[in-house]
């Protein structure tokens, strides 16, 4: 096995690099794991513990069997001679359905949305709601809710469209490399993060960061539309495609869709919004940079 210390600087940055072309994100061990072994070993557990209470209890202990004692028949005998007098096991009942796991039809589930967001009279209650909604797919893959941050009493909302997996794993939105190019992007115009409201079209990370599908976004919806109502902003800050798509009703690219100001309604308010390119774009392609500056600059001219 290869150690940092064997390679050079230029090979450790490629190999960087690699891993972050990969989808290599973050590391998590000092030593590496064998993850295949462990899988066995966990499915062997669990065949074990659904294997029927007698049969773990002759396996651990033979000679509770009144069949095999001391002067008996030999083992061999003793398995090839047919059980008589003995019951067979009971059949277990299959175990009841986790009711966070239970899929919901599309059309109940964003009617559950819509009731629970609706309910909410404040952003404190409306992520108590979010919280405990289990009606979405993407949350039972998720290992947080991401909701909002900052501040509501800006008028600023800062939308991007996913958690990815710094999110995901924090809690909060823009985490990670992301975030921290997102702090200095706000940083150029005089504004920070806390001074502002920073969310998700998405709360929950999807598996594998994939795109959201159609009734996973149609779900989800209400609940980004009363935070929108609740916060009352009067600005609109898109970062990426995605958010640009969903907010403006257009199939373009975001360089297509950047640096234009337009005016919307969502949420029962009326917004100006502005997109420009996501922080991970920027980090994938720092040449756009120029680009993202020329809009935040056009942001920065309507507060």
Known sequence: MNIAQDFEALELTALLHFYA??????????????????????????????????ARQQQSSPQSDPTFR????????????????????????????????VAVPDGEAVSSARFAAESARS?????????????????????????ASGDPASGIMVIGPMPNADDDRDGIPFSGRQGQL???MLGAIGLAREAVMLTNVIPWRP????????????????????????????????????PARFFFGDTGTIHTLRGQWR???????????????????????????ALAWQDLLAFKSRF
């Open 263 to 289: 005016d919307i309604s969502f949420g029962g308010a009326d917004l100006s919004a502005i997109a420009t390119l996501h922080p991970q774009e920027l980090l994938a392609a720092p040449a756009n940079k």
């Open 182 to 184: 997102l702090d200095r």
């Open 70 to 101: 001391t002067g008996d028949a030999s083992p061999a005998q003793n398995r090839a001679a047919p059980s008589q007098g003995r019951a067979a096991p009971a059949a277990r009942p299959a175990p009841a359905a986790s009711s966070a796991n």
């Open 207 to 242: 598996p594998g960061n994939r795109m959201p599908s159609e009734a996973e976004l149609s779900i989800c919806r209400p609940f980004l539309e009363r935070q929108v109502a609740l916060a009352e902003p009067k600005l609109l800050l898109l970062l990426g495609n995605f």
């Open 21 to 54: 072309d990969s989808g290599v994100e973050w590391l998590v061990e000092d030593e590496p794991l064998d993850r295949f072994a462990q899988f066995a070993a966990q499915k062997a557990a669990q065949a074990e513990a659904r294997a029927p209470a007698s």
């Open 123 to 147: 952003l404190a209650e409306l992520k108590t709601a979010l919280e405990a909604f289990n009606s979405c797919n993407l949350k039972n893959g998720a290992r947080s809710t991401v909701f």
